[in-house]
Nanobody, 117 residues
Framework: QVHLVESGGGLVQPGGSLRLSCAAS????????MGWYRQAPGKQRELVAI???????NYADSVKGRFTISRDNARNTVALQMNSLKPEDTAVYYC???????????WGQGTQVTVSS
C-alpha cells in the first residue's frame, strides 16, 4: 500500500523560505511521477509542481522562479523548496504520486503552509 508523508510546513513571513519534504513507501518510487498540489480555503486544489520519473519538471506559472521541486530516488523522497513566499502561497500542500503503468494516483495527508506577517 502506498504511503506518503509530508513534512516541513509551518508559519513564515512574506519573503521567507520553507522546504517541504515527502517520504514515499509501498511502491517502486523511481518509476513514478511525483508532484505537489495545494489547496487554499475556498479554492480548488491546484498543481504547484511535478517531476516525472525521467526528471522532466513543470511548475505552475504562479511559482516559477520561486519554487524548486526535486526528487531523490535513493531515499524515496521528493522535496519542494519554496523561496520568496507570498501570502497568496498560504494553503495546505499535498504530496502526490502518479503511477503511469496503472494510472493510479495517491495523496499524502497534507501540510499547512501559512505566509503571514
Amino acid at each position: 500500500q502506498v504511503h506518503l508523508v509530508e513534512s516541513g510546513g509551518g508559519l513564515v513571513q512574506p519573503g521567507g523560505s520553507l522546504r517541504l519534504s515527502c517520504a514515499a513507501s509501498g511502491t517502486t518510487f523511481s518509476i513514478t511521477a511525483m508532484g505537489w498540489y495545494r489547496q487554499a480555503p475556498g479554492k480548488q486544489r491546484e498543481l504547484v509542481a511535478i517531476i516525472t520519473s525521467g526528471g522532466s519538471i513543470n511548475y505552475a506559472d504562479s511559482v516559477k522562479g520561486r519554487f524548486t521541486i526535486s526528487r531523490d530516488n535513493a531515499r524515496n523522497t521528493v522535496a519542494l523548496q519554496m523561496n520568496s513566499l507570498k501570502p497568496e502561497d498560504t494553503a495546505v500542500y499535498y504530496c502526490y504520486q502518479y503511477r503511469p503503468s496503472t494510472g493510479a494516483g495517491f495523496w499524502g495527508q497534507g501540510t499547512q503552509v501559512t505566509v503571514s506577517s
